[in-house]
């Protein structure tokens, strides 16, 4: 759908459509000229959309059908929030329940979240939550302007503006973003228990966010300072500055892409461009103000590498936040040189479901060595007999709560019980903390990744992905049907649902290799190109055990400061004399180029690969002009002509001298991994 519906107009007894709003609020522009029309902005958000969504509308059908005797008042509490216009307003003409084939029927229960819903809400109720606000019977229409010229919204529409500051204070979202629930048994008997489904504004309140005077408003409907006449009406109007711009960006871009692909079925009122902005204000949202990532490199051994990946939130609350479908999760991917895979946690199939997915649900870690475990950043519900549960009204006790808190969350607050951290979480050193200190608003992964053989530079890339609903979330739900949740099936199942990609970060491990040499006189050569090339930069670490080192050609002696040998050579073989045992670690870039052309006679021959070789298995045209093969400082001879093979393979880190027949290329092959 390209247009995009009418905005409902007329009146109930407490709101008005928002179409009333449109001729005097749709033409605003900063200084540059652009639109930042209050209308056009929110009419494509998640709060216009509120009782269309068609996720929100399956899982209320879902609860009525796990809990049939409970249906009418489960409608009744969901669509306060949801459908407040149509739910609040039955309700203030004595009906007691207010049902989703209600809204469905009501143009204005339909338009949502909606202007004359939360310019109506009284300060005294703020504070209340779980839907428990009050909407003003004065028709006030509070706002952040003093003295507002009264008359023209008066006359046009019965509403008269009044100065409030409590239209910037973060209880006015938190009283639908605070949601405490009833729980029922398996048999749909109360416990006498509640629940806590979300609680957006105490994390807010357990942050630094409140004390940087920083309002669930300050992102959400963000401001600029640029003065802005707020209505088309009158013309003489002086502009106001600063303004909120009416966009209310979140994380449900799933959401967003659904409605706009979905428009003329879900009857939408947002154009594909309207939704095509609050799409990408979402996004960069997601990537410009949540997370922070950070990827290093703690160590690096011979069979592992240590990677350390740091998660800071730069969110006023937990990530991700809200309703329990959400979640985020990290994928690692380990990569070397030669682009063979040989780590991928967080791996995902074609249809962007997580391999080895625990079915119940992923524990929190600190570390991981095994690439079927995965980092999931989730809120999961429990049920009276603490299983999972994705029926709201069953869920009893949390069971897991890893989500990211905010900077300065601590659980010395007093609504930490509240928001609490649920699971393993809890005694991870490295979750929302920094040197055992509290408020760290951030989380650090360990990962230990198997080199399996390889000793070349390794890539690693980090992504966090973000999904508003899984369809592992969705199973219990979609063995049910009904009119809503067949209509979201259908939806979801033909719905764009790559996880969006919240934030990525990567790192190059160089190349390492460990040589381990004796006492005396060893043979050296390496795989790698070293980082530094300088005969006294690569021996650095055993420099003070270094009598002397010899190629084909020139001398290292660091006693009696020569060195004619000039800069490691890779593609040679070296013999090299220590006064202790030493282990020489090298680092630097995996070697271009593995074959070498031996000429005729005796040379030394470098192993210009990290794997052992085996003699017999070489190309045939080097082996055809090979006469022998003799271990440089040991007594290992391959010599074909004699039948002496005593020397079998040849060994990276050391080096061997070869007597050719004639001149011929030796090419060492590639190594496998074990994936």
């Known amino acids: 759908m390209q247009d995009g ?29 652009n639109s930042i029309s209050i209308m056009a902005d929110w009419c494509s958000s998640m709060l216009a959309n509120a009782a269309r969504d068609p996720f929100w509308q399956s899982k209320v059908s879902h609860e009525g059908l796990v809990n049939p005797g409970h249906k009418e008042v489960l409608e009744d ?62 028709k006030n229409i509070w706002g952040p302007y003093p003295d507002p010229f009264t008359n023209p919204m ?48 105490q994390e807010w309140e357990n ?14 409907v963000p401001r600029i300072d640029d ?13 106001k500055s600063p303004f909120g711009m009416h966009q209310f960006a979140g994380a449900n871009i799933f959401m967003s892409k659904l409605l706009k692909a979905n428009a003329d079925e879900i009857g939408v009122t947002a154009t594909a461009t309207q939704f095509d902005s609050t799409i990408a204000r979402s996004t960069r949202m997601l990537q410009e103000q949540t997370l922070e990532l950070e990827l290093s490199e ?53 249809n962007f479901h997580l391999i080895g997915e625990n079915p119940e649900y992923e524990n929190h870690y600190d570390k991981i060595d095994n690439e079927d475990d995965v980092q999931i950043y989730e809120f999961v519900m429990g049920d009276v007999n603490a299983d999972v549960t994705t029926v709201l009204e069953r869920a009893y006790q949390p069971l897991k709560d890893n989500r990211i808190p905010p900077q300065g969350f601590s659980s010395s607050h007093n609504n930490y019980d509240t928001v609490r951290i649920v699971g393993d979480a809890i005694n991870d050193p490295n979750f929302n903390k920094t040197e055992g200190q509290e408020g760290s608003g951030s989380d650090q992964i360990r990962y230990h990744i198997s080199l399996q053989g390889y000793f070349g530079p390794v890539n690693v890339y980090a992504k966090i992905h973000y999904q508003s609903v899984s369809s592992k979330w969705l199973e219990n739900m979609f063995s049910y049907s009904s009119d809503e949740i067949d209509a979201f099936k259908s939806y979801y199942e033909n719905a764009d649902l790559i996880p969006v990609e919240v934030a990525h970060a990567s790192w190059l491990s160089k190349g390492k290799f460990s040589i381990h040499l004796k006492q005396g006189w060893n043979s050296l050569s390496t795989c790698l190109v070293p980082e530094d090339e300088a005969i006294e930069a690569m021996l650095a670490g055993i420099i003070n055990s270094v009598e002397a080192m010899a190629g084909d050609e020139g001398l290292f002696y660091p006693a009696g400061g020569i060195n004619t040998i000039g800069p490691f050579d890779p593609y040679q073989g070296y013999s090299i004399k220590l006064i202790a045992p030493e282990t020489l670690e090298i680092t630097g870039y995996e070697l271009a180029n593995t ?5 005729a006679g005796w040379s030394i021959l470098p192993v210009l690969t990290y794997c052992n070789v085996e003699i017999d298995a070489l190309e045939s045209d080097f082996l055809e002009h090979l006469e022998i093969i003799i271990e440089l400082a040991g007594d290992k001879v391959y010599w074909p002509e004699k039948n002496i093979s005593r020397l079998d393979k040849l060994i990276p880190g050391k080096a061997y001298f070869v007597k050719m027949h004639n001149s011929s290329m030796i090419v060492f092959p590639t190594c496998e991994t074990s994936k």
């Open 5 to 33: 519906g009418a905005l409902p107009t007329g009146y109930n007894d407490l709101f008005a459509g928002s179409g009333e709003c449109l001729l005097c609020h749709n033409s605003m522009t900063d200084l540059q000229g």
């Open 77 to 138: 509490v969901c669509t306060k929030c949801h459908a407040p216009a149509g739910q609040i307003n039955a309700h203030h003409n004595g009906q007691a329940l207010y049902s989703l084939s209600e809204m469905q029927d009501d143009p204005l229960a339909m338009d949502g979240i909606q202007c004359t819903v939360c310019h109506q809400i009284t300060e005294e109720s703020l504070g209340n939550f779980s839907a428990e606000f009050e909407i003003g019977l004065e």
């Open 154 to 201: 008066v006359i046009n529409t019965g509403y008269t503006p009044v100065y409030s500051d409590h239209i910037n204070d973060s209880r006015l979202c938190g009283s639908c973003h605070t949601l405490i629930t009833h729980s029922v048994d398996l048999n749909g008997v109360p416990t006498g228990e509640e629940f806590v489904e979300q609680a957006i504004y």
């Open 207 to 220: 942050s630094v966010f409140p004390d940087d005077n920083k309002s669930c408003q300050s992102c959400h």
């Open 227 to 239: 003065p802005v006449k707020i209505s088309l009406f009158p013309w003489w109007l002086d502009p």
């Open 298 to 350: 703690i160590a690096r051994q011979d069979d592992t590498l240590f990677i350390s990946l740091l998660l800071k939130n730069k969110a006023g609350h937990k990530f991700p936040a809200g309703y329990p479908s959400r979640r985020a999760f990290i994928e690692i991917i380990a990569i070397t040189q030669s682009n063979d895979t040989i780590f991928h946690s967080g791996k995902m199939d074609n």
């Open 595 to 599: 074959s070498l052309v031996l000429d």
